[in-house]
């Protein structure tokens, strides 16, 4: 089992290089057959090469956004990451708590990982913005 210090560690690697548009960096985190999801992809993502794709996708929309982790909580084959994320959109910035569960490969690779979190206040902030430009 994995303890509080090397998920924290490893955390503290692996949450930054969601931070900066480099999907490349972000993907060397996983395993070549990981299983990705998170509340815009439910369904999930199976393997690096698709997984690549939907990273440059979604890092080249948010290049600004900050993860940091609140709390560790070890589990077998992983741990449980709670986290904060500051997301940037339009002039605000939408602070969401979220968490996600890391399983890894027998080569410390990510194997699974499953986003959860209430995306509400960042689709309305959205909205709102798109309605702006609408307007404008």
């Known amino acids: 089992m994995m303890t509080k210090e090397k998920a924290r560690e490893f955390a503290s690697r692996w949450l930054p ?15 070549d057959d ?8 439910p369904g999930g993502i199976q393997g690096k090469d698709n997984l690549l794709a939907y990273f440059r996708k ?3 929309q948010n290049p600004n956004w900050v993860w940091t982790q ?12 709670k986290w904060l994320a500051r997301i940037p959109i339009g002039d605000k910035i939408i602070e969401c708590i979220g968490v996600c569960f890391v399983q890894f ?16 206040q960042m689709m309305l902030e959205m909205s709102r913005l798109r309605q702006v430009k609408k307007v404008g």
């Not at 709390?71 to 990451?81: D, S």
């Open 105 to 120: 490969d027998k080569r410390g690779k990510i194997r699974r990982n499953e986003v959860y979190f209430d995306r509400t």
């Open 34 to 41: 990981a299983l990705y999801l998170d509340p815009a992809v």
């Open 58 to 60: 979604l890092l080249a």
């Open 70 to 81: 609140i709390e560790a909580i070890p589990m077998e084959g992983g741990f449980l990451n």
């Open 17 to 31: 290089a969601w931070t900066g548009n480099d999907p490349g960096k972000l993907a060397d985190f996983y395993s």
